[in-house]
Nanobody, 122 residues
């Protein structure tokens, strides 16, 4: 069974920084891509940033220049460095692993973490 465990959320003042990390565990053969989504109260879940196994990245316009996503393929870990945080960044941040291939599922499937809360005080 594959599990995603996030860490690094918390309370930070506007203008501050946080670093989120997510590690996928289980009998994983490979992961197509990993990323971070967020969901604020009353809003739809949105993609924040993603990174493929080859290193290609994608960012939401609202975080470009402030957030940086990185990965360690060997450790199945993805991190999100968040700088210059503002109140609009307050949300639950969820880690996603896209197309995880295991010995028991060679067709691959997506997995989600439980989420970590980021609160930015103004």
């Amino acid at each position: 069974q594959v599990q995603l465990v996030e860490s690094g959320g918390g309370l930070v003042q506007a203008g501050g920084s946080l670093r989120l990390s997510c590690t996928a565990s289980g009998n994983i053969l490979s992961i197509n891509a990993m990323g971070w989504y967020r969901q604020a109260p009353g809003k739809q879940r949105e993609l924040v940033a993603s990174i493929t196994s080859g290193g290609s990245t994608n960012y939401a316009d609202s975080v470009k220049g402030r957030f940086t996503i990185s990965k360690d393929n060997a450790k199945n870990t993805v991190s999100l460095q968040m700088n210059s945080l503002n109140a609009e960044d307050t949300a639950v941040y969820l880690c996603n692993a896209d197309k995880v291939y295991t010995m028991t599922n060679l067709r691959g499937r997506d997995y989600w973490g439980k989420g970590t809360l980021v609160t930015v005080s103004s």
